[in-house]
T-cell receptor, first 114, second 109 residues
């Protein structure tokens, strides 16, 4: 019954080695978000897609890229992970057509950079 | 700048009531959300307020005063499973969600 699925749940990578995190949803929501969350901090929005329209936050480093090949899937690519990129990465979705616009989160991928 | 303030940590006793406050300063207001986040897990939606007043949902209630830029989350009949972080988030005039850092709630027997 999982509605927002993230794989893998835990990812270990090496400093500078590209890594891709994936997210899929069964809700048929228009909007998909990627957040970075470090311990005891607020989730930080990296970017979001409204359908195929990509919206990058001004302070998201170029090292972070995203792809959304279809409605159901969205990927986060970290081209050259640094030690400071170790965090929980959260994918979320929302309908994109209502005032309330609740965001539904996946379980997250915890990234460790060695 | 935009800012959401919540206490960093609170402690309460099982069976008691606790109120978690949130104050905000944002560019416009289009609703306030409360999410629960257990350690190492994703946030889950608890409540949404867009008009002033109290919204009750079982053991949880959320209050909003737009004129004061203030909300609180009230948890009654606390259970050990309520130990989690509680995040306040406000949607601004651009429909961007501005998040607080969360309040870690510790429940003691």
């Amino acid at each position: 019954d999982a509605m927002v699925i993230q794989n893998p749940r835990y990812q270990v990578t090496q400093f500078g080695k590209p890594v891709t995190l994936s997210c899929s949803q069964t809700l048929n929501h228009n909007v998909m978000y990627w957040y970075q969350q470090k311990s005891s901090q607020a989730p930080k929005l990296l970017f979001h897609y409204y359908d195929k329209d990509f919206n990058n936050e001004a302070d998201t480093p170029d090292n972070f890229q995203s792809r959304r090949p279809n409605t159901s899937f969205c990927f986060l690519d970290i081209r050259s992970p640094g030690l400071g990129d170790a965090a929980m990465y959260l994918c979320a979705t929302s309908r994109g057509d209502s005032d309330q616009e609740t965001q539904y989160f996946g379980p997250g991928t915890r990234l460790l950079v060695l | 700048g935009q800012n959401i303030d919540q206490p960093t940590e609170m402690t309460a006793t099982e069976g008691a009531i606790v109120q978690i406050n949130c104050t905000y300063q944002t560019s416009g207001f289009n609703g306030l959300f409360w999410y629960q986040q257990h350690a190492g897990e994703a946030p889950t939606f608890l409540s949404y307020n867009v008009l002033d007043g109290l919204e009750e949902k079982g053991r949880f209630s959320s209050f909003l005063s737009r004129s004061k830029g203030y909300s609180y989350l009230l948890l009654k009949e606390l259970q050990m499973k309520d130990s989690a972080s509680y995040l306040c988030a406000v949607r601004d005039s651009n429909y961007q969600l501005i998040w607080g850092a969360g309040t870690k709630l510790i429940i003691k027997p």
